[in-house]
């Protein structure tokens, strides 16, 4: 931009500009967390059961840019809404100072507001993924009810109940696949220098992929290996392997394996040296007991 023929630097439009673009900019509530259709419908079939209030009578005043001070209230409706927690106070005050009948959702931790007013409360502490993936424990406010405070079970169950549908339904399952030896990403070698085997790829045993012909995508990218290579970083994932060796004992109990009569007259112990001591202290009883336990599939009871 120029005027007068003089280059305008940024510093020079720059408070112009910003409030120009701040008049596009949509108005949201203090804590911009939009409550799921579905959550707040289970909100409102409670809400409408528990104090008897008719649902097509629920109002909701609270949106980016509206004022729900100037909002036109029907009679004898009631708000049911989410909203702005951090002028939750002033909101409760306005309502019953009106007469106007709510149920609000409020933070858990932070849910006896404006206790001077009359309000009553409703404790149930459900968590509530709302559209800006905040996770908020959730409880609720209101004008109704004949008791000051009352907790709900029933009100929690059935939000977490929603809750946890929309978290599984926006949960993306990925299919997970085990790479072939002749794929090498840089993961697994990573796992390779970790578990302190050192592995080397040549230049002409690889070539660099990014994905493969089964739609499976290789985040970073892998690399394509030789035979000769795939068979050498085989050799390098079983040499990094940690593997728990069998202790005399279980190596005995191996031995016997697939021998009825061995198992039966040396029943084995399973439970590691302390249930051997607790054998030992029990007497033979539970000598009978592993001698059940490792009883072959299909054999009749003697």
């Known amino acids: 931009m120029t005027v007068h023929g003089k280059q305008m630097t940024f510093s020079d439009i720059s408070d112009e500009y ?16 939009y409550t799921p ?3 707040y419908e289970a909100v409102l079939d409670w809400a409408a059961a528990r ?8 109002v909701r005043p609270f949106w980016p840019g509206g004022d729900y001070e100037a909002f036109d209230y029907p009679d004898s409706c009631v708000v049911v809404d989410n909203p702005p927690f951090s002028i939750l106070s ?21 849910t006896f507001v404006a206790t001077e007013s009359g309000a009553s409360y409703v404790c149930c502490g459900a968590s509530i993924t709302y559209e800006n993936g905040a996770v908020v424990n959730t409880s609720f406010v209101t004008s109704m009810g004949e008791v000051l405070v009352e907790t709900s079970p029933a009100l929690y169950q059935i939000i977490k109940g929603v809750d946890d549908t929309n978290r599984r339904q926006k949960t993306k399952q990925l299919r997970k696949y085990v790479m072939p030896d002749c794929v090498a990403t840089a993961a697994r070698l990573n796992w390779l220098a970790v578990h302190g085997t050192e592995f080397r790829i040549r230049r002409e ?16 990218g892998a690399f394509l290996l030789s035979e000769r290579a795939a068979a050498e970083r085989a050799a390098a994932e079983r040499a990094a392997a940690e593997r728990a060796a069998l ?33 030992e202290n029990d007497g ?7 001698a059940q336990r490792i009883r072959p599939l299909g054999t009749a009871d003697a």
């Open 284 to 290: 033979t009883g539970r000598i009978e007991d592993a």
């Open 90 to 110: 002033k909101i409760v005050r306005f309502y019953m100072r009106h007469g106007v009948d709510f149920f609000l959702f409020a933070p858990a931790l932070t």
């Open 37 to 39: 259709e579905n959550i």
């Open 51 to 58: 104090y008897g209030f008719d649902k097509a009578k629920a």
């Open 205 to 220: 045993d690889a070539v660099f992929i990014r994905d493969l012909d089964c739609r499976c995508e290789l985040f970073g």
């Open 18 to 33: 910003a409030q120009f673009v701040e008049k596009f900019k949509p108005k949201k509530t203090t804590d911009d967390c």
């Open 247 to 279: 202790s005399p004992r279980e190596l005995k109990i191996q031995k016997m394996l697939g021998n009825r009569k061995a198992l039966y007259a040396n029943p084995p112990f399973f439970g590691g040296e302390k249930s051997k001591k607790e054998t």
